[in-house]
């Protein structure tokens, strides 16, 4: 049998990278792999990143949106199975339970719930604080019967943070005595995922001389066994490197992902010095393969000159155990924490009432406040399809969306009000009254609001018009769409349905002239050279206020201070290179230097 715990950082973007769920969980090759930080909300949940044919998923998501918090944080289980509703494989869990303080039910099979028997020693902790160290979403145990499994992502608190410091105690010390109860009632218990604890000096790659002299790191040494158990002198034996520093480069990390065991082995005689991970753990090691950066990569430094390139995927590696000797247990089913009868991943059986309810149809805005169509080309692209539509159909579907002062009877048309062509009455002709106010002068627009502006339109003005509502159409966009343009001269709306022929001799003249001013603007193959010598000059401009470090006398990387305080929001430079040890000539020479124009503080 085979556990792998693995700190994947989005299991959704993780999900895209491999392509599929199942591909990144075939990649793994384990009977129960255990994710933390998956940074998933429960309304986000999907079948296509919670469930696959052979596993079974069970998942914790964040309840709480203190600082932020919303789909922060977030584990999940995966069990490889053949049968999932009657099985006697260990992989399947006879019973689950999201946290580990008590408060919330333990499911089993057939549907069925209990709370957990009664811990000792959180008589101090009132009911309130317990639902808080599970509302992060940072646990998720499975009894396999032969051992109950915790699948633990730990808090991260910084150095100057009391309240998460206090937070993080606390979470520890309630997980100790759910661990000590457990092993009392003469269970074993294997403990696995991302702690945030590097309990030895050998365990990080910066570690001072008083970093032994912590507390919690010497409790948590002695608590259980620790994955180094196998290879007790390994050294760099790392699992986590920063995200923003380059140090896989260097194998410059921590070693916070473990897996812990202890507890009776499953041999019925007593002898002594059997535990179960002498007799039952067969091999434990790290997934290197799993490393973002490789041999053979080029050089982080080399790299950010070329472009910005960021690693995909985890900050994390993998950290499996192999497990022998491990026999099959009683038949059971699947626990119904699992997603599989999780309504917000299938959700809810419909009733039969709500077959035969009438439905109403759906409202498009032009303003783009409900409408798939991005951008502010929303109105130019609805209306066009509304202003066409032949004056003959005068017996329109159910399905037909009939918006204010287009389609109406010459007796109930009244502004802001959405009316249906009766069958009994002729369709009325098509009168648009909306006025453009004002011709406007505006930058190239986006094709949509998420896509990013190029330099090119940064060097070219083009004319349109606003409406009342400040939407802003283009000359080529309105003609396209057939819709009434306002006469400059006279400041008059000109209609379709009223004055067509003038519409059309309007927009013949706009058409002669925008073939005149064609003519007098530069080519497109003159314009992209504008552009290019532009850019080429602000990349000259940039590479000469941007300093060399004193180590490599290469140019540096400029960040800005995003933690809170009083440099919050100001630019610095540092070494380009990867972090390292400090004798590698290689690694980062520890450069810094404040950037002359200090950005200022984001409110």
């Known amino acids: 049998m085979k556990i792998v715990t693995y700190n994947v950082n989005g299991l959704r973007p993780h999900v895209s990278q491999f392509r599929s769920l199942r591909k990144l969980l075939d990649s793994l090759d384990a009977d129960v792999i255990c994710f933390q930080e998956t940074k998933l909300a429960r309304q986000e949940m999907s079948t296509d990143v919670v469930q696959v044919e052979g596993y079974e998923s069970f998942f914790s998501c964040t309840r709480t949106s203190d600082k932020g918090r919303t789909g922060y944080s977030g584990v999940a289980t995966f069990c490889r199975v053949k049968s999932a509703f009657f099985s006697g494989e260990v992989a399947l869990p006879i019973s689950a339970e999201e946290g580990f303080t008590g408060v919330l039910k333990i499911s089993s099979g057939f549907g069925k719930s209990e709370y957990p028997a009664t811990i000792e020693g959180l008589d101090d902790f009132s009911t309130a604080e317990l639902r808080k160290i599970d509302g992060e979403g940072r646990c998720i145990i499975t009894d396999h019967e032969h051992f109950v499994l915790f699948n633990v992502y730990g808090p991260r608190a910084e150095c100057d943070d009391t309240e998460r410091i206090q937070f993080k105690l606390k979470f520890f010390n309630i997980l100790k005595k759910r661990w000590e ?202 209306f066009s399809q509304l202003i066409k539509r032949p004056h003959h159909a005068c017996h329109p579907s159910s399905s037909d969306l009939i918006h204010e002062g287009v389609f109406c009877t010459s007796d109930d048309c009244s502004e802001g009000s959405y009316k249906e062509s009766s069958s009994d009455s002729p369709c009325s002709e098509i009168v648009h009254t909306k006025s453009f106010s004002s011709v406007v002068y505006r930058k190239n627009a986006r094709q949509s609001q998420w896509s990013q502006l190029s330099l090119k339109s940064f060097f070219q003005k083009t004319v349109g018009v606003s409406d009342d509502s400040n939407n802003v159409y283009s000359e080529k966009e309105l003609i396209q769409a057939d819709i009434s343009i306002p006469c400059c001269e006279s400041n008059e709306t000109l209609t379709k349905g009223g004055e067509h022929d003038a519409a059309k001799e309007w927009q013949s003249k706009q058409n002669t002239s925008m073939q005149e001013d064609d003519t007098s603007q530069p080519s497109e193959k003159d314009r992209n050279s504008v552009a290019l010598v532009e850019w080429q000059r602000i990349q000259q401009l940039m590479q000469t206020s941007i300093p060399l470090c004193k180590g490599h006398k290469e140019p540096c990387v400029s960040r800005v201070v995003k933690k809170s305080g009083p440099n919050l929001g100001h630019r610095f430079y540092v070494c380009a290179r990867a972090e390292g040890p400090a004798l590698n000539p290689e690694a980062n020479c520890g450069f810094f230097k404040w950037a002359t124009a200090k950005s200022k503080n984001k409110r």
């Open 181 to 382: 109860s457990l092993l009392g009632q003469g269970r074993r218990i294997i403990v696995v995922g991302d702690l945030n604890i590097a309990p030895s000096a050998i365990d990080c790659c910066d570690a001072g001389p008083d970093f032994e002299k912590n507390e919690f790191r010497t409790w948590f040494k002695s608590l259980l066994v620790r994955n180094g158990e196998k290879h007790p002198e390994r050294r760099e034996a790392y699992t986590c490197w920063p995200t923003n520093s380059g140090a896989e480069e260097f194998n410059f990390g921590t070693r916070i992902d473990h897996i812990l065991s202890a507890g009776p082995c499953l041999h019925k005689e007593e002898n002594k010095g059997h535990s179960f991970v002498t007799c039952h753990v067969k091999e434990c090691d790290i997934l290197r393969q799993f490393k973002r950066w490789k041999p053979g990569n080029t050089p982080r430094h080399k790299e950010i000159k070329a472009r910005n390139v960021k690693l995909a995927g985890s900050d994390h590696v993998p950290v499996y155990m192999s497990l022998m000797e491990i026999p099959n247990i009683q038949q059971h089913n699947t626990p119904s924490l699992s997603t599989r009868y999780c309504p917000q991943v299938y959700g809810c059986q419909q009733t039969l009432v709500s077959m035969f309810a009438r439905r109403q149809p759906e409202e498009i805005s032009l303003s783009g406040g409900s409408s798939s169509i991005p951008g502010d080309r929303v109105g130019v692209q609805v």
